[in-house]
């Protein structure tokens, strides 16, 4: 080990350069990651329990979305239905208030 030290507060560690750690394919206290890691499985089990819940909300909102969007689309229908009726009568009332017109210029006068 190298003699110089590395200051952190009031501490003096030994200095050590950054060097990769060991890979430790066994541990010696095996039931660590049990325990440490337990917090973490029950968050696991609380998300797939939640999971059904999700589900059924997306697929109740999936519904609800259809539904609303196709009565906005009737509507939207309904609207331009009315336009066409309204810019095609505008177009028949004009024909009709220049049908004398038309008539007396077929016949010639």
Not at 38 to 65: C, D, E, W
Request: aromatic content about 12%; overall charge positive; proline content about 6%.
């Amino acid at each position: 080990m190298c003699e110089r030290t590395l200051a952190r507060g009031d501490q003096r560690l030994p200095w050590r350069p950054n060097r990769p750690q060991p890979l430790v394919l066994v541990r010696r206290r095996w039931f660590l990651p049990l325990v440490y890691g337990l917090p973490y499985l029950l968050l696991a089990l609380y998300l797939l329990a939640f999971l059904p819940v999700v589900f059924l909300v997306a697929v109740s909102f999936r519904q609800l979305a259809r539904k609303v969007t196709r009565q906005g689309s009737r509507a939207m229908a309904a609207v331009n239905d009315n336009i066409q009726e309204t810019v095609t009568g505008i177009g028949v009332a004009k024909n009709f208030r220049q049908e004398a017109l038309v008539y007396e210029a077929f016949l010639g006068r």
